[in-house]
């Protein structure tokens, strides 16, 4: 089958999205709106792209009813985010952390996590993350108003908080850290089935 991207809807397109590029890592994103509300979100349209500068990227769709994201809204106002790493043990709250409320309630307390506050930026993070980054907002790249259109936050991390138990001689030790990727649906993996290739 050949297919040409401009016959497919937005759902049929977004399928083939989740469903092709999986696993996928999750960023929490944590951020604080103007009035001073925490908010907290999970997101599977993330990666890095540059070491130096140090900079990462995750992209927010418009909720169904073409609102943007509260996390968006929240990045456009303070230009800073946090991004914690979503741990197996974390996956629960994680979920949860992912309903739509509305902007002055805090996913926080939605879900029974504890946030803490950042130390160099005005945005919370996961308290128990065992990996934090906290960034600046780079630039926001948008790609329309059209239903799907993401618009792709880049951020450059000014600091990372990590604990200790996962950081071992200038490396982050990956088992310990259990991270969940996003499948398509309902599906998650972790990265307990692993295996070395060396190079060439
Ligand atoms: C594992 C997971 C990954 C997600 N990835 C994305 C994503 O990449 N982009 C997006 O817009 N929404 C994504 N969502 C949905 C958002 O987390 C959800 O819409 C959330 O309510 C947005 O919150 P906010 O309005 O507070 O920003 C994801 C949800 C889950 C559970």
């Known amino acids: 089958m050949y297919i040409d991207t401009s016959t497919l809807s937005n759902k049929e397109m977004y399928k083939f999205l989740i469903g092709g590029i999986a696993p996928r890592p999750i ?3 944590g951020t604080r709106s103007k009035d001073g509300i925490n908010n907290l979100a999970p997101f599977s349209f993330y990666n890095a792209f540059s070491s130096s500068p140090p900079i990462v ?3 927010t769709i418009p909720r169904l009813d073409g609102r943007k994201k509260d996390t968006l809204q929240n990045v456009i106002d303070s230009e800073c985010f946090t991004l914690s790493a979503v741990s197996h043990k974390l996956v629960k709250q994680m979920s949860k952390s992912a309903a739509l409320l509305e902007p002055e309630d ?5 879900s029974d996590l504890e946030p803490s506050d950042a130390k160099n930026i005005n945005a919370p993070y996961v308290k128990d993350a065992l990996l934090v980054f906290e960034c600046e907002l780079n630039q926001i790249i948008s790609f329309g108003d059209q239903e ?3 618009n792709l936050i880049l951020g450059e991390i000014k600091h990372i908080n990590i604990d200790d138990s996962i950081y071992d001689d ?3 030790d990956f088992g310990k850290l259990d991270p969940v990727g996003r499948l398509a649906g309902n599906w998650y993996a972790t990265i307990r089935d692993r295996f070395e290739i060396k190079r060439g």
């Not at 805090?106 to 939605?110: P, S």
Request: glycine share 24%.
């Open 57 to 59: 990227g995750f992209s």
């Open 27 to 29: 960023a929490w994103a």
């Open 106 to 110: 805090d996913e926080f307390t939605f």
């Open 170 to 172: 200038g490396y982050v």
């Open 148 to 150: 799907g259109a993401g």
